[in-house]
């Protein structure tokens, strides 16, 4: 059974900086990659970032770019988001996605989701 698992969303101010995780099992990790999407109240879901496992190909949305980085650890297959200069259009609940199996940024790559985990970041 394939399963993801986010955590380390919360509150942070502007400027500051959170980490995400991403724990995955039931496929094989190494050969897959995984991607980290956000959704905020009223909006649809969007492409932040996505990491292969196989080749180390990493992928940014023009939004984040510069300030989040995405990083893999395979021997304990999981995908981190680092976010830094955070900003208030950041909030959002963030989700873990995989395995892709299309393009890095549309929803329907992705068959399997974790749960999600807010990020709000205050004014």
């Known amino acids: 059974e394939v399963q993801l698992v986010e955590s380390g969303g919360g509150l942070v101010q502007a400027g500051g900086s959170l980490r995400l995780s991403c724990a995955a099992s039931g496929f094989t990790f190494d050969d897959y990659a995984i991607g980290w999407f956000r959704q905020a109240p009223g909006k649809e879901r969007e492409g932040v970032s996505c990491?292969?496992?196989?080749?180390?190909?990493?992928y940014y949305a023009d939004s984040v770019k510069g300030r989040f980085t995405i990083s893999s650890d395979n021997a304990k297959n999981t995908v981190y988001l680092q976010m830094n200069s955070l900003k208030p259009e950041d909030t959002a609940v963030y989700y873990c996605?995989?395995?892709?199996?299309?393009?890095?940024?549309?929803?329907?790559?992705?068959?399997?989701w974790g749960q999600g985990t807010q990020v709000t970041v205050s004014s």
């Open positions: 990491i292969s496992n196989r080749d180390g190909s990493t």
């Open positions: 996605a995989g395995p892709r199996r299309g393009s890095w940024y549309s929803t329907e790559a992705y068959e399997y």
